[in-house]
């Protein structure tokens, strides 16, 4: 079965500053896909990015980078120079190369703080 | 172009009702996807449309919740017998193929009195 944990119930930090946002999956596929989504208090989710199983090398883009481990399972997630518009629930997802959609895990909430 | 659009955007009804909820996908995405979304929680997968037909409703929790995409586009979620534990965040998506990235709409929250 296809499992994502998120750790990190909620992440305070002052403005500037670097965050980590932890994601860990288990899933018995080998090939499969991994995801990043933001959720500002709007509501609506914003894909961030997708990474498919055969590619581990690490992404960066902006002030955003992804950092994909299969040996440890993990998609971790670093955003740099943090600001206040980055507040927000934070979701990593998996979806495997079957007939399954989307598995989130609980979400992160960043508080960038002024 | 226009992203993934649902409505209403907030529903409230009481325990015992019917309602719809509307999703209109990007247009030419062919896959559209519901999902559920419990406070503090991250979506839960209700049902996935492929064209015109659910290729996987696994996820309804019970006979009450049904959807449909007629033409292939438009979709409506209904809920029957509404109860108080269905109070969530309606979110749907779609994408151009099974598989490939979900764009997701900005979500329709219901609150059942």
């Given at each position: 079965?296809q499992k994502v944990t998120q750790a990190?119930?909620?992440?305070?930090?002052?403005?500037?500053?670097?965050?980590?946002?932890?994601?860990?999956?288990?899933?018995?596929?080998?090939?499969?896909?991994?995801?990043?989504?933001?959720?500002?208090?709007?509501?609506?989710?914003?894909?961030?990015?997708?990474?498919?199983?055969?590619?581990?090398?690490?992404?960066?883009?902006?002030?955003?980078?992804?950092?994909?481990?299969k040996s440890t399972s993990s998609f971790?997630?670093?955003?740099?120079?943090?600001?206040?518009?980055?507040?927000?629930?934070?979701?990593?997802?998996?979806?495997?190369?079957?007939?399954?959609?989307?598995?989130?895990?609980?979400?992160?909430?960043?508080?960038?703080?002024? | 172009?226009?992203g993934v659009s649902q409505t209403p955007?907030?529903?409230?009804?009481?325990?015992?009702?019917?309602?719809?909820?509307?999703?209109?996908?990007?247009?030419?995405?062919?896959?559209?996807?519901?999902?559920?979304?419990?406070?503090?929680?991250?979506?839960?997968?209700?049902?996935?449309?492929?064209?015109?037909?659910?290729?996987?409703?696994?996820?309804?929790?019970?006979?009450?919740?049904?959807?449909?995409?007629?033409?292939?586009?438009?979709?409506?979620?209904?809920?029957?017998?509404?109860?108080?534990?269905?109070?969530?965040?309606?979110?749907?998506?779609?994408?151009?193929?099974?598989?490939?990235?979900?764009?997701?709409?900005?979500?329709?929250?219901?609150?059942?009195?």
């Open positions: 079965a990190q119930t909620e992440i305070s930090v002052v403005e500037k500053e670097d965050v980590t946002l932890d994601c860990v999956y288990e899933t018995r596929d080998t090939t499969y896909y991994l995801f990043w989504y933001k959720q500002p208090p709007s509501g609506e989710l914003v894909f961030l990015i997708r990474r498919n199983s055969f590619d581990e090398q690490n992404e960066i883009s902006g002030r955003y980078s992804w950092n994909f481990q971790n997630f670093t955003i740099t120079a943090s600001q206040v518009v980055d507040s927000a629930v934070y979701f990593c997802a998996l979806s495997d190369s079957g007939n399954t959609p989307l598995v989130f895990g609980k979400g992160t909430r960043l508080s960038v703080i002024a | 172009g226009a955007s907030n529903k409230v009804t009481e325990k015992g009702k019917y309602v719809e909820l509307r999703c209109d996908p990007i247009s030419g995405h062919t896959a559209l996807y519901w999902y559920r979304q419990s406070l503090g929680q991250g979506p839960e997968f209700l049902i996935y449309f492929q064209g015109t037909g659910a290729a996987d409703d696994s996820g309804l929790p019970n006979d009450r919740f049904f959807a449909v995409r007629p033409e292939g586009s438009v979709s409506t979620l209904k809920i029957q017998r509404t109860e108080r534990g269905d109070s969530a965040m309606y979110l749907c998506a779609s994408s151009l193929q099974y598989q490939e990235t979900q764009y997701f709409g900005p979500g329709t929250r219901l609150l059942v009195l």
